[in-house]
């Protein structure tokens, strides 16, 4: 009888720190660094890309629930023949609930063929990536995608 | 710190000229993004590629800059378009200073 009993106190011992743990890595994922916000995010694009975007030509894929935010699977394409009289010269992409709104620019040229990038991305919570695409005469297109994240990916 | 940094790359076999074939890359590396905290609560410093380019032939045809938002074991797609027999150069840049290359030669059919 005697030993049933600690062995009861002793596993509600272990889920009690347990929950302690989890409690505590909560707290320091909250207390942590401020995060981006759309605002710091947009101004973060307004430095890799000048210009007011217009919506269009670019396609973010991503799926609308991400259970493990550590991998979030994505990929942006942009609508361009890739000639080189016209081509997309660069896309960016931003995000704005991370510790830091950057993620990723990348480069193309009419040798690309195609301007279509598939990455990994970490979220830290639910958020919105934005894509930008500067074009070869200049102009900025843009488009933007909701992604729901159970598990952070910036772990305390 | 386990140091196995190895760059992996899939392109198709034997495209036909002009086609446009996808490049699939990843590269083995912690992507430590500056954030985390180890045990003692001291902050694990900053440890990522940071940068990504890739020519063929000599001329440019991709390239990326990465922030710590992209994942451990960098995976990157893109597409390229082949006009000539070839040679694909990649070349990753760490943080640390370290550069990983690799190489992948494209022989068209026919």
Redesign the interface.
Known sequence: MMRRDLTLNRRRIVVGALGATAAAALATVFAGPASATPESAKQLLQTLAKGDPKEGRVSVKAPEIAENGNAVPVTVSVESPMTEKDHVKAVHIVADGNPNPGVASFFFTPASGKAEVQLRVRMAQTQKLIAVAEMSDGTLWSAAREVKVTIGGCGG | MADDIKPRIRVPQNPKKGE??EIKTLITHPME?G???DAQGNTIPRRIVNAISVT?NG??????????????N????????VEENGTLAFEWKDDDGSVYKAEQKITLAG
């Open positions: 446009v074939i993004s954030q985390r905290k063929y001329k440019p045809v991709f390239s990326g800059k990465l922030e710590p938002a992209i994942s451990a960098p995976y990157l797609s893109f597409f390229v378009k």
